[in-house]
C-alpha cells in the first residue's frame, strides 16, 4: 500500500496563509465584533511572521477566532461553511498526485477540527495531523491549543511506526520536518504521473454550505465588507420599502437605479382568464426572492407556496404567501384553490441550494394540473448569501438586500405539453423528473436526489422540520448573529 503525507496549506490547497479561514471562523461563530477584532489585529500577525515568529502570529489569531466559541458551533462551522471555501481554493494538480495513493495523511497548522470533515469526506484523507483545541468542562475553546508530544515529523512517524511514507508533498521554504521522512519529495507546482492519472479520483464536490459571506475574506475583502455594511444596511432597507410600497410594474426600474438586475429569457405566459384555471410555475429554488422576483417580471402578483420562511419574511413579502403544512393531502387541497383562483409558483426542491445542483423534485405538483410552466431562476450576489440552514431565516431578505449589485436570472420555458402530463398517463414522479431535468439543463446544473432533509442533515444536523418557535427564541436567533467577542 503505497502512502503520501500533504503539507495542507500552500500544497493541497493554494494559500500558505491559513488567516482567511480563522475570519471565516470569527464571522460566523460569533459574529462582526470578533471579525473586527481579528482584522485589526492581521498587522500584528503579519509582523510577527515577517520576523520569524510565525508560531506567535499562529496562536494569536486562533486565540481571537476561537476563545469563548462553544465547541459544537466551532464543529457546526467546520462541517457547513469552511468546505466550500477549501474546495475552491483547492489544488487540483497537487490533489491529483495525493489522490494517486492509497493511504493519505495530511499535516496542517491549523486546528484539526477545521479541516477535518473537509479533508475526510471530500478529499478522502486518511489521518489529519494538526493541533488540538482546549475545550474547558463547559464545552467553551479556551483559545489555546494543546502541547502535543513531539514534533510535527514524529507524529507522523509514530503513525507509520516502521513503515517510511512513499511520498511528502509540501513547500520548500515551509521547513516541514516531516518531509525528510519520506522517500520521495515533490513541491509546488506538480506534474502528475500519467500512469497514476489514468486511476485519478475526482473529489467530492460540496453540494450544500452555508454562512453568510460569499467570498474568503481575505483582508482586503474583509475591510471592503466591515466598510460596506452600514451602506448596506440602509440600502437593504431602502430597497425593502420600495417593494412594499411601489407598484409592481415600476419596481424594476427602481430597483436597477439602486443597482440590481433583472435577466429575462424566454416568452412568459399571459395571466390565466377568468375561466381557467391557473397556470403553476415550477420555479428552481436559489433564494426566498425566486417568487417575488417571478411577481416583478410578470408585472403582477403571483402567490407562492412556502414552507419554512420566517414570519417576519411573510410579513416583508411584497405578494401573498400559501404556507404548507407538509402533509400531503391538506398541502394539495391548499394548492388547488389557489389553482382555481389563478396562477400560482411552487419550488418543489423544498428548500434552496446555492451550488450548481437541483435537489429531487416533490412530485405533488405534477398530481394538481397540467398547465405547468418551467421557470428557471438563478443569481448573483457579491457579498452576502440570502439562504440560511443554521441562523434566523427572518435576515434572509436584509442579506439578500444589503449586496451592492444583485442580480436574477430568469428563463421561462414552454409550457409543458400534453402528452408529457400525468393526463397522458405519466406518473407525477416522471413529469417531476422530467421538469428537473429540463431546468437543470437550462442552467448547466446537475440534477441529485438530495432532499431537504439531506441538507438539513449536513449543515444544521437536523431533519429540517419546522416547529413553532416563540418570540423569545427568534430574539435569541437574532443575537446570535451579533455576538460579543466573548461569550
Known amino acids: 500500500m503505497e502512502s503520501v503525507v500533504s503539507e495542507l496549506e500552500g500544497t493541497l490547497v493554494k494559500d500558505p496563509d491559513p488567516f482567511s479561514y480563522f475570519m471565516l471562523v470569527a464571522f460566523e461563530a460569533s459574529g462582526l465584533v470578533r471579525f473586527a477584532l481579528l482584522l485589526i489585529l492581521w498587522p500584528i500577525i503579519r509582523l510577527l511572521d515577517m520576523f520569524g515568529m510565525g508560531d506567535a502570529g499562529l496562536r494569536l489569531a486562533i486565540f481571537v477566532a476561537f476563545a469563548g466559541v462553544h465547541e459544537s458551533e466551532i464543529e457546526s462551522v467546520a462541517r457547513a461553511v469552511l468546505p466550500k471555501f477549501y474546495m475552491d481554493d483547492l489544488d487540483m494538480e497537487a490533489w491529483k498526485v495525493f489522490s494517486s495513493y492509497d493511504r493519505r495523511v495530511v499535516v496542517t497548522k491549523t486546528p484539526r477540527v477545521m479541516v477535518e470533515r473537509f479533508l475526510k469526506e471530500h478529499l478522502r484523507a486518511d489521518e489529519v495531523i494538526g493541533s488540538e483545541l482546549v475545550v474547558n468542562r463547559f464545552g467553551f475553546a479556551t483559545g489555546f491549543t494543546r502541547n502535543e508530544a513531539g514534533s510535527i515529523a514524529d507524529r507522523v512517524s509514530m503513525l507509520f511506526e516502521d ?188 428548500t434552496t441550494c446555492r451550488e450548481p445542483f437541483l435537489l429531487r423534485f416533490s412530485a405533488l405538483f405534477a398530481e394538481l394540473t397540467d398547465r405547468i410552466v418551467p421557470v428557471a431562476m438563478n443569481y448573483r450576489v457579491g457579498f452576502f448569501h440570502a ?101
Open 163 to 350: 513503515n517510511q511514507p512513499d511520498m511528502g508533498l509540501g513547500r520548500i521554504p515551509s521547513g516541514s520536518s516531516f518531509l525528510s521522512l519520506c522517500r520521495e519529495q515533490s513541491h509546488p507546482p506538480f506534474m502528475t504521473n500519467q500512469d497514476r492519472d489514468r486511476q485519478l479520483l475526482r473529489p467530492l464536490p460540496v453540494i450544500f454550505h452555508d454562512g453568510r459571506l460569499v467570498k474568503r475574506p481575505l483582508p482586503s475583502t474583509a475591510l471592503l465588507i466591515i466598510f460596506w455594511i452600514p451602506f448596506g444596511i440602509l440600502l437593504a432597507i431602502t430597497r425593502i420599502a420600495m417593494g412594499l410600497l411601489l407598484p409592481m410594474w415600476l419596481i424594476p426600474y427602481m430597483s436597477r437605479l439602486l443597482g440590481g438586475k433583472i435577466i429575462v429569457k424566454g416568452k412568459p405566459p399571459p395571466p390565466a382568464s377568468g375561466s381557467d384555471s391557473g397556470v403553476l410555475f415550477v420555479c428552481t429554488h436559489r433564494t426566498l426572492m425566486d417568487p417575488v422576483v417571478l411577481s416583478t417580471v410578470l408585472q403582477r402578483s403571483i402567490p407562492a407556496v412556502t414552507y419554512s420562511i420566517s414570519r417576519l419574511s411573510e410579513i416583508l413579502s411584497p405578494i401573498p404567501t400559501v404556507r404548507l403544512t407538509r402533509i400531503r393531502h391538506v398541502d394539495a387541497e391548499k394548492i388547488k384553490r389557489e389553482l382555481a383562483k389563478g396562477d400560482l409558483a411552487v419550488c418543489p426542491e423544498g
Open 387 to 487: 439562504t440560511t440552514a443554521r441562523g434566523w431565516k427572518g435576515l434572509d431578505p436584509i442579506f439578500f438586500f444589503m449586496n451592492p449589485r444583485p442580480i436574477y436570472e430568469v428563463t421561462f420555458l414552454n409550457q409543458l405539453p400534453v402528452e408529457a402530463t400525468c393526463s397522458a398517463g405519466k406518473s407525477p414522479h416522471d413529469v417531476a423528473n422530467y421538469v428537473q431535468r429540463i431546468l437543470a439543463a437550462t442552467l448547466g446544473f446537475e440534477c441529485t436526489n438530495f432532499t431537504r432533509k439531506d441538507k438539513y442533515r449536513v449543515l444544521a444536523g437536523n431533519d429540517g422540520i419546522v416547529s413553532y418557535i416563540s418570540f423569545l427564541d427568534q430574539m435569541k436567533k437574532v443575537v446570535t448573529n451579533f455576538k460579543p467577542f466573548i461569550h
